[in-house]
RNA sequence: GCCCGGAUGGUGGAAUUGGUAGACACGAAGGACUUAAAAUCCUUUGACCAUUGCGGUCGUGUGGGUUCAAGUCCCACUCCGGGUACCA
C-alpha cells in the first residue's frame, strides 16, 4: 500500500475517539503531567494556521510525556462569551448561543482532523451554566472577603464584621478604600444599609462609583487591558472617561504577591518584565501638604520626598475632588471650563497631544509642610486621576514634566540637587531639568548635602516623625472593572435589597443567563439583561443587570479541567490534590496584561481560602509566536489589463495588487485561476519570464483583505495532518514570530513517504525483516533518539524535524528495514507524525495504540567511538582533518598533527607556537 | 523616551557549554527514468578568485576589543519587530 494519509489519519482519530486512548486518570500510580493551551474564542471564521501552532507543540509534549510513563492531562475547551457573536445577534437576532455552538462544532471539526491527543471528556464551554456556575460561585467568595495585610492574605468577611463588632475598624490593616475610623459602638448602631456601604470598602468583589473606560459604540465599559491606544481593543472603537458605579475586583490587594511570584515561575523574561511594569511598583512617600485657608489638607504621591525643597507649585488632577473646594471666586470661571474641556476630552486626543502643556492656576496656595512655604495649586491633565493620589507636588527642577510645565506658565525653579561633577547653576539658564537620582542635596534644610538615596531616607524618617507623611509604596496596577453593559455573558448572581447589593444562596447557583427580545440596552439605557421579564428573585427582589467581563470564565478554567464533571464543587479537593497546577502552559503572549494577570489574581484568591493548591496556576508558560501572512502580488502595467512578472516590472510603470496565495505556488501564479478569480481579470494579459509569471511577495498581517490568509483544512485534506503537524513545528523556533509559507512543506510530506516506505518494499508491500542490525544502523537510531528527546524536553521542536530527516535519510541509504531498527522509529515518531506511528506499530504485529509504549531508551554505547575526526585549524582557520583515537594523549596527538603530510604546507617556514587539543572538538596550531 | 526581542546564503532556518559557520528543508540548475506528465532518484548550489586538478581569499547588520579560537563573550553604534508611557 501506498502512504495513504487520508485512509490512515481517519481510522486511527476514530480509533482514538472509540478506545477514549487519551482519557486522564484522577487517580493513577502514575506521576502526573498537566499541559494546557490557552483556549479559544470560537470566531465565525474558524481555525487559521497560527492557532494549531502551540497545540501542535503541546501535543507532542503530551504525547512524549505519555511515552515516558506520566498521566498526561491535556484538555481542551472554549473561552465561549464573546462580543463577535453579540455584535452578530444584535444585526441578525440570531441567539449568541446558537452562533457560539455552530462556531465551536466548526472548531472541534478543525481540532479533529489534526489529531489532538486531548481527553475530550474534560471539555468546557465558559457559557455552559454548569460550567459558569462556578464562575459566579467564585464571585461570590470573592465578595464574602476581604484582604488582610497582617496575614498577608483573604480572610472571610464575617471575621471582618465580628472585629468591627468588637472593636471598631482600629486595628485593621487591610486592602480597603479610605475608611474613616470608627468604634464598635458606631458599628453597632450603624443600619443594616450603613453597614453594608462600609463593607463594601473592603470586601474583594466590590460596587463603587469609579472613573471606568466608556465605550459608547459597545454600550460597555472596558478594563484597562482592553483599551489600547485610547481605543478599544475589540473593534477599535473611540474609549472616554465616565464615572459610573461598577463591581470592580480589588486586585491591586494583590499587587505585592502577583510581583513576588513572578520569580517563582519559570516565564519568559520578557512577559515577566511586562507584567512588573503593568503592576508598576514605585517606592516613596506619602506627603500632607495644608491649604491656606483652608481645613482639608492635599495628599500626593512622591518617588523623591528628597527634593521636596524644591517644590514650588503643587497641581491636582481635573478629575480631583478637591478642586471645587479650593478655587478662589476670581478664578472659578476659568477652572470650570478646564476641568469640563479636560474632562471631555477623549483618551485618544489626550494621548496624542501629550506634548501640549494646559493647565490652570486654581487661586489656591499650599504650604509646604518643610518650608512653611506658600506654593500655587494649579490644575493640569498632566496629573492622572487614575494614579497616587491625583496630586502632585511640583519640583520643576527635577522633573521634566514639572519643568516643561514651570517654563510654559513663568513658575519658580529651585535647584536642590547637584550632580557630584558640576556646580550648582541657575535653573533659569537649563534647558532641561536634572532628573537623576546620582548628586548632593543643595538649598535644602536639614538634608544639605547628602547624597540624593540618604536624603531620601533621611526625608521620610523626618516626615513620619513629624506626622505629616509616611514612606510607603504605589502600585500603578488599578482594581480590575468587573462588571459589562452587555448581554453575553455570566449573570450576577445578585440582586439588590435597599439598593444594597446581595449574593444569592449558593444554593441557586447557577443564575442562568435570561432570554431577552432584543440585544440592546433599554431606552432608558439600562443593559440587555434589564428587558428580561420576572428579572428578579422570588423574594421579588431585582437582579443585577451587568454581565461579568471575558475574563471571568478563563481566570479560574484550568482548574475545572481537574474535575470538569463535579456537580457538588468546583472541583474535588482529590483532584486538585493529585494535578496540583498546570505543569506547562502554551498561547500568545498577548495575553501578559489581560487573562495571565486575572488568572494569577484568581488562582491566588482560590488559594487563600484554601482550595487551590497552589499559590501560582502556571508554573512554565511558553508563548508561541504569531503566524504572520505571507501576501503575493502581481504587477499591474498602469492604465492596462496587462501583468508584468516581477522580474521585468522595472520597465514598466506598475501598480502591486494583492492576489490570493491559493493562486500563486512557490511564488509562480497560475494565471488561468487568476483570470477565472473576478470578472474584471477575464482577459488579463501576462508578460511572462521564462515563461512563468512571479510574483512577488511580502510578510504581512494575515487578514482576509490581503488574500493571504491559510486555513489548515485545505493542507490537511491534501498533505494530512501529520504533514500539517511536522511542517508547522518546521517552520522554525516555536517562540518566534514567522511568516507562514507552504513552500517548504512539500520537503516534509517527502519525508513522510519517505519513512512509510522503510517499513514497504518497491511492490509497497510491508515488508520487514528480523535480521540483527548493524552497529551502524544502531547508530543511526540512538543519535537519533537522544537528540529527539533532547529537542523536546527543551522544546526546541523544529530542530527535532531535521533530527527524524536525518535519521530516515541515513536509514535509506543504509537501506535498512530491520525491525530492531525500525520498531523504536515508530514509537520515536509517535509525537510528531502520530496517525502514521499508529498504523506501523499496528503493521508491525502489534495490537492496540503505540501512545503508552515506552520511549525507546537511548544507549550510548551504540554512538560511542574510538576515534573522532578533528577539524585542523592554523591560528584559528580549519585547513584539514584528521581521524586519532579519543583516547590518544594530547602529546601524541600534537605529534601526529605536525607529523600529517597537510600539516607541512602551513608549519613551512613558521614557528610552531603552541597546539591546543581539545578532546572530541577540535585541534588548533599557532603557528608565527 | 523607556523596556523586551531580533539581524546568519536566493528563502525558512541550524550551530545546546567560546571549538569545523550554513545542518535540515525549500527554491534553482543539470541529469536519470518516462511517449508525456506526476512521482521517484542522482549531481551541483554562500560570495569571489582559480579551475585540468590541487586549491586560495572573504564571509554571520556596522566599528572596535578579549581569546590559541568569536555567529556565540565585552564596548559602542545602525536598522527591523513588539510592548509601554505625562505613572510623579
Redesign the pocket.
Known amino acids: 500500500m501506498e502512504y495513504n494519509h487520508k485512509q490512515i489519519e481517519q481510522k486511527w482519530q476514530q480509533y482514538w475517539a472509540e478506545h477514549k486512548t487519551f482519557k486522564a486518570e484522577n487517580n493513577s500510580p502514575k506521576p502526573k503531567f498537566y499541559v494546557l493551551d490557552m483556549f479559544p474564542y470560537p470566531s465565525g471564521a474558524g481555525l487559521h494556521v497560527g492557532h494549531p501552532l502551540g497545540y501542535i507543540a503541546s501535543d507532542i509534549y503530551a504525547r512524549y510525556m505519555r511515552h515516558k510513563g506520566y498521566n498526561v492531562l491535556h484538555p481542551m475547551g472554549y473561552d465561549a462569551y464573546g462580543l463577535p457573536a453579540e455584535q452578530y445577534a444584535i444585526q441578525t437576532g440570531t441567539h449568541p448561543a446558537v452562533t457560539t455552538e455552530k462556531n465551536i462544532a466548526r472548531y472541534r471539526q478543525q481540532l479533529d482532523q489534526i489529531g489532538f491527543s486531548y481527553d475530550w471528556d474534560r471539555e468546557v464551554q465558559t457559557c455552559d451554566p454548569f460550567y459558569y456556575k462556578w464562575t459566579q460561585w467564585t464571585f461570590i467568595q470573592l465578595f464574602n472577603s476581604w484582604y488582610d495585610n497582617k496575614s498577608n492574605k483573604a480572610q472571610p468577611i464575617e471575621k471582618l464584621i465580628n472585629a468591627f463588632a468588637a472593636n471598631g475598624n482600629e486595628g485593621i490593616v487591610a486592602a480597603c478604600d479610605e475608611t474613616e475610623p470608627f468604634t464598635a459602638e458606631e458599628w453597632n448602631a450603624m443600619g443594616e444599609k450603613a453597614q453594608q456601604e462600609l463593607l463594601m470598602n473592603y470586601r474583594l468583589a466590590y460596587l463603587a462609583e469609579t472613573w471606568v473606560n466608556w465605550c459608547p459604540e459597545l454600550g460597555t465599559v472596558l478594563a484597562n487591558d482592553e483599551v ?1 491606544d485610547g481605543v478599544s481593543e475589540r473593534g477599535g472603537h473611540p474609549v472616554e472617561r465616565k464615572r459610573m458605579r461598577q463591581w470592580s475586583l480589588r486586585i491591586t490587594a494583590y499587587a505585592q504577591r502577583m510581583l513576588d511570584g513572578l520569580d517563582t515561575i519559570e516565564w519568559s ?2 512577559i515577566k ?2 507584567q512588573r ?1 503593568w503592576i ?1 511598583r ?1 517606592e ?1 512617600a506619602s506627603v500632607n501638604f495644608a491649604i491656606d485657608g483652608h481645613n482639608e489638607i492635599i495628599e500626593v ?4 520626598p528628597d527634593t521636596l525643597y524644591g517644590a514650588t507649585f503643587m497641581v491636582l ?1 481635573p478629575e480631583h475632588e478637591l478642586i471645587n473646594t479650593i478655587t478662589t471666586a476670581d478664578q472659578k470661571e476659568e477652572v470650570d471650563t478646564y476641568v469640563t474641556w479636560a474632562k471631555n476630552r477623549s483618551e485618544r486626543e489626550r ?1 496624542t497631544e ?1 506634548k ?3 493647565g490652570v492656576f486654581t487661586g489656591a496656595y499650599g504650604i509646604n509642610p518643610l518650608t512653611g512655604e506658600k506654593v500655587p495649586i494649579w490644575t493640569a ?4 486621576s ?3 493620589t ?1 496630586a ?1 507636588m511640583a519640583v520643576p527642577g527635577h ?1 521634566s ?1 514639572d519643568f516643561a510645565f514651570a517654563r510654559q506658565f513663568q513658575l519658580p525653579i529651585i535647584q536642590v540637587v547637584c550632580a557630584n561633577d558640576d556646580q550648582p547653576s541657575d535653573p533659569a539658564t537649563w534647558e532641561e531639568s536634572y532628573d537623576s537620582k546620582e548628586g548632593k542635596m543643595i538649598n535644602s534644610g536639614i538634608i544639605n548635602g547628602l547624597e540624593v538615596k540618604e536624603a531620601i531616607t533621611t526625608i521620610i524618617k523626618h516626615i513620619e516623625d513629624n506626622k505629616f507623611g509616611y514612606g510607603t509604596i ?1 502600585y ?1 496596577l488599578r482594581d480590575a472593572i468587573f462588571s459589562r453593559q452587555r448581554y453575553w455573558g455570566e449573570p450576577f448572581p445578585v440582586y439588590y435589597k435597599d439598593d444594597m447589593p446581595y449574593t444569592v444562596d449558593e444554593s441557586k447557583l447557577p443564575v442562568e443567563l435570561p432570554e431577552v427580545d432584543k440585544y440592546l440596552p433599554t431606552e432608558s439605557g439600562e443593559p440587555p439583561l434589564a428587558r428580561a421579564t420576572n428579572w428578579e428573585t422570588e423574594e421579588g427582589y431585582r437582579m443585577e443587570t451587568n454581565t461579568m467581563p471575558g475574563f471571568a470564565g478563563s481566570s479560574g478554567y484550568y482548574l475545572r479541567y481537574m474535575d470538569p464533571t463535579n456537580d457538588k464543587e468546583y472541583f474535588s479537593k482529590e483532584a486538585a490534590d493529585y494535578w496540583q497546577q498546570v505543569d506547562l502552559y502554551l498561547g500568545g503572549d498577548e495575553h501578559a ?1 489581560g487573562h495571565l494577570i486575572y488568572a494569577r489574581f484568581w488562582n491566588k484568591f482560590l488559594f487563600d481560602i484554601g482550595i487551590a493548591p497552589k499559590d501560582e496556576p502556571f508554573k512554565k508558560l511558553i508563548n508561541q509566536g504569531k503566524i504572520q501572512g505571507r501576501s503575493n502580488f502581481v504587477y499591474r502595467v498602469n492604465g492596462t489589463n496587462k501583468f508584468v512578472s516581477k522580474g521585468l516590472r522595472s520597465e514598466y510603470e506598475t501598480t502591486a495588487l494583492h492576489v490570493d496565495i491559493n493562486f500563486v505556488h ?1 511564488d509562480v501564479l497560475d494565471t488561468e485561476a487568476f483570470k477565472n478569480w473576478r470578472e474584471e481579470y477575464k482577459n488579463a494579459e501576462f508578460i511572462l519570464e ?1 515563461g512563468k509569471y512571479i510574483c512577488g511577495w511580502e510578510v504581512e498581517k494575515m487578514s482576509k483583505s490581503k488574500y493571504n490568509v491559510q486555513n489548515p483544512d485545505e493542507l490537511v485534506v491534501h498533505y494530512g495532518a501529520d504533514t500539517l503537524r511536522l511542517y508547522e513545528m ?4 516555536l517562540e ?3 511568516p507562514w ?1 507552504t ?2 512543506i ?3 510530506f ?2 513522510l ?2 519513512t512509510w516506505k522503510l517499513y514497504h518494499n518497491e511492490n509497497n508491500e510491508f515488508d520487514v525483516s528480523d535480521e540483527k542490525a548493524t552497529a551502524e544502523e544502531l547508530k543511526v537510531l540512538h543519535k537519533a533518539i537522544r ?1 529527539i528527546e ?2 523536546i524536553t ?1 522544546f ?1 521542536f ?2 527535532a ?2 533530527t527524524y ?2 535519521c530516515v ?1 541515513d536509514l535509506s541509504a543504509l537501506k535498512c528495514n530491520k525491525r530492531e531498527i525500525l520498531e523504536p522509529l515508530a514509537i520515536l515518531l509517535s509525537p510528531y507524525a502520530s496517525h502514521m506511528a499508529e498504523e506501523l506499530w499496528q503493521l508491525l504485529g502489534h495490537e492496540g495504540s503505540v501512545e503508552y509504549i515506552d520511549f525507546p531508551e537511548f544507549r550510548k554505547e551504540y554512538v560511542e567511538e574510538n576515534t573522532f ?1 578533528y ?1 585542523v ?1 592554523f ?5 584539514f ?1 584528521i581521524t586519532l583515537p579519543v583516547d590518544m594523549p594530547k602529546e601524541e596527538a600534537e605529534k601526529a598533527v605536525v607529523e600529517a603530510e597537510e600539516a607541512q604546507k602551513w608549519i613551512e617556514g613558521k614557528t610552531v607556537r ?1 597546539i ?1 587539543v ?1 578532546p572530541k ?2 585541534i ?1 596550531v ?1 603557528v608565527v
Do not use: C, Q, W
Open positions: 489600547k523574561e520578557s518584565e511586562v511594569n508598576g514605585s516613596g504621591f512622591t518617588t523623591r488632577a494621548m501629550v501640549k502643556v494646559t491633565d498632566y496629573v492622572l487614575g494614579y497616587g491625583g502632585i522633573d514634566r504605589n500603578r496584561t512557490n521564462d518546521f517552520l522554525g523556533p518566534a514570530h514567522k509559507d513552500n517548504g512539500e520537503g516534509v517527502r519525508f513517504k519517505k537528540k533532547d529537542d527543551r526546541s523544529n530542530t524535524v531535521s530527516m536525518i535519510n575526526e577539524p585549524s591560528n584559528g582557520k580549519m585547513r582533518k603552541k591546543i581539545v572538538r577540535i588548533n599557532v
